[in-house]
T-cell receptor, first 112, second 115 residues
Framework: KQEVTQIPAALSVPEGENLVLNCSFT??????LQWFRQDPGKGLTSLLL?????REQTSGRLNASLDKSSGRSTLYIAASQPGDSATYLC???????????FGQGTILTVHP | EAQVTQNPRYLITVTGKKLTVTCSQN?????MSWYRQDPGLGLRQIYY???????DKGDVPEGYKVSRKEKRNFPLILESPSPNQTSLYFC??????????????FGPGTRLTVL
C-alpha cells in the first residue's frame, strides 16, 4: 500500500526566504506526482504535476523535483511571500489508474 | 468557466438519516473521485469512477455508495450516516492527456456533521 509522508508538518519563515518542502513515498511505481495548495476552508488548487518520466517542473517561483528511484519529491519556493501561506499537499498517482494517495500536508506561514 | 460544483456546501444531520452529496463537472472529464479530509489523516480516497457506470473503491469506501449514470455527475450517498463520517468531503475530476499529464480539479468541499 502506497504511503506518502510530508516533512515538515509546519513551517514558519520570514518573507523573502527560499524554502523547500519535502514529500516521500514508499512505492516507486507511480504514474505521476502532483503538488497542491489548500487555503483554509477552501478546495485544492493544482500547482505542479510531474510525470514519472520527468525530473522536474517549474511554474513561476515554484520548482518541483522528482526522484522516483528514491521515492522523493521536493517543492522549492523562491522568494516567499505572505500570500504563499497555505497548506501544501503532495499526492501520488499510482500506476493503477485512478488511485491517488495524499500526504498529510505542510502548513506554511510566511510572515512579513 | 470550467468547474466542479458540490452541494450542499454545509450539512448537519443526525445518525441514520440517508443523505446525498451531489458533484457535477462541466469539463466532460471521464474520471471523477470522492475524498474525505480529516485532521491528522489528510485526504483519503473514498471512491472513484473512470467513466459512466464504472466505479471502484478507494482507501475508505465503507459506509458510502456512489453512482455514475451520466458523465457530468457523481453523487456520494450515505445510506445510514454515523458520527465517524463527520468530515470535509471533496469531489474531483481529472483531465487526462494520455501519456502526458493528469490534472485534478477539485470542488469547493462539503462540510458534513453527523450528530
Amino acid at each position: 500500500k502506497q504511503e506518502v509522508t510530508q516533512i515538515p508538518a509546519a513551517l514558519s519563515v520570514p518573507e523573502g526566504e527560499n524554502l523547500v518542502l519535502n514529500c516521500s513515498f514508499t512505492d516507486s511505481a507511480i504514474y505521476n506526482l502532483q503538488w497542491f495548495r489548500q487555503d483554509p476552508g477552501k478546495g485544492l488548487t493544482s500547482l505542479l504535476l510531474i510525470q514519472s518520466s520527468q525530473r522536474e517542473q517549474t511554474s513561476g517561483r515554484l520548482n518541483a523535483s522528482l526522484d522516483k528511484s528514491s521515492g522523493r519529491s521536493t517543492l522549492y519556493i523562491a522568494a516567499s511571500q505572505p500570500g504563499d501561506s497555505a497548506t501544501y499537499l503532495c499526492a501520488v498517482h499510482g500506476t493503477s489508474y485512478g488511485k491517488l494517495t495524499f500526504g498529510q500536508g505542510t502548513i506554511l506561514t510566511v510572515h512579513p | 468557466e470550467a468547474q466542479v460544483t458540490q452541494n450542499p456546501r454545509y450539512l448537519i444531520t443526525v445518525t441514520g438519516k440517508k443523505l446525498t452529496v451531489t458533484c457535477s463537472q462541466n469539463m466532460n472529464h471521464e474520471y471523477m473521485s470522492w475524498y474525505r479530509q480529516d485532521p491528522g489523516l489528510g485526504l483519503r480516497q473514498i471512491y472513484y469512477s473512470m467513466n459512466v457506470e464504472v466505479t471502484d473503491k478507494g482507501d475508505v469506501p465503507e459506509g458510502y455508495k456512489v453512482s455514475r449514470k451520466e458523465k457530468r455527475n457523481f453523487p456520494l450517498i450515505l445510506e445510514s450516516p454515523s458520527p465517524n463520517q463527520t468530515s470535509l468531503y471533496f469531489c474531483a475530476s481529472i483531465f487526462r492527456l494520455a501519456g502526458v499529464a493528469d490534472t485534478q480539479y477539485f470542488g469547493p468541499g462539503t462540510r458534513l456533521t453527523v450528530l
